[in-house]
């Protein structure tokens, strides 16, 4: 922390007194407030880029529309921490994105820190279903047929996760419009983040099996014995690639947290009910706990 700066005063408990309207700031010195000129790089067809402008603050206050009458106090919240989801989803894909292409191209302090980053959006995706807890089922209730066959279950960029890291698999995006489908279709013919750390293998000087490396991409990563024992040498005797390695171990522990939260966040607020997406809800979300995105990274264990 740095110094308190000068136009703020501090009360001897170090309390700034312009909180308290005590004192008021000098006058700025230029009319926007700050200490030297606007720069001209500010400036976008004339017109000074702002805080709202750039950040499109106006559009993206207009997107929260309850659809109850009233409309029921609650419904905010459950529109607000699902849009946010979809903006840290969109986070999370673009950082996997990069995350892959350092992978493939042996990048590893890059590939760390962007899964460090993402490790990071885990933690704090995972702690917000403390937020929508804090709503009773009386309080869902009283919105929720709104939802109709609104569900989590359709969201595409969830579902662009699972398949950017390897978890694929047809059945989880026949619901979606056909042309998403032919997307996802072309997705699962390309590398996963698994594939991209085998490939990082290589370049790391290991003999991954060609058979491992041109595996059908479309299924999901089963546990393989000869990766294990390439892996059991990396943890032996490879701190950088073990580094790397155990990072992603996080990432599919962090992703099978967020499963565990979510599901029983679903037990507490609808219990054993059907959910809007027509699935068996809190049943069906329990079949898809403790599933490994990277198997052999957790079997490994039982050989070290
Ligand atoms: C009161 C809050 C919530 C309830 C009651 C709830 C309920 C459910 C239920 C019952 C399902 C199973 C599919 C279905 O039949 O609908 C589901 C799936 C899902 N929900 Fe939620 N959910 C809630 C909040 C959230 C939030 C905040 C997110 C964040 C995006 C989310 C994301 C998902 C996803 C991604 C799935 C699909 C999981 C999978 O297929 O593996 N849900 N949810």
Redesign the pocket.
Known sequence: MGQPRAEFPQDDQGLSLRAFGALEPPPPRNPAGFSSPLRQGALRGGVAITYSSYLHVGELLQLQKPLSDGPEHDEML?IV??QV??LW?KQILHEANYLHHALETKQTPAAQRTLKRILTIMKT?VA??DV?ET?TPLQ?NAF?DRLDTA?????EQ??RL?WALGHRGAG?VGHLPKAVQAEFEALSQKPSLWDAFLRYLVASGYAVPTAQLERRFAEPVTASEEVQAILLNVYRSDPATSQTAELLLDLDEGLQEW?YR?VK??ER??GM??????????E??RS?LFRAVFPDLWAVRSKL
């Open positions: 459950f921490i699902h989801y979809e989803f995706v917000q279903i929508l709503m869902f929720r569900s989590g279950f359709q969201s969830f579902r699972e989880r499963r979510h966040m679903v607020t609808i009910k059907m959910g809007t997406g027509g699935s068996a809800g809190a069906y979300l898809t």
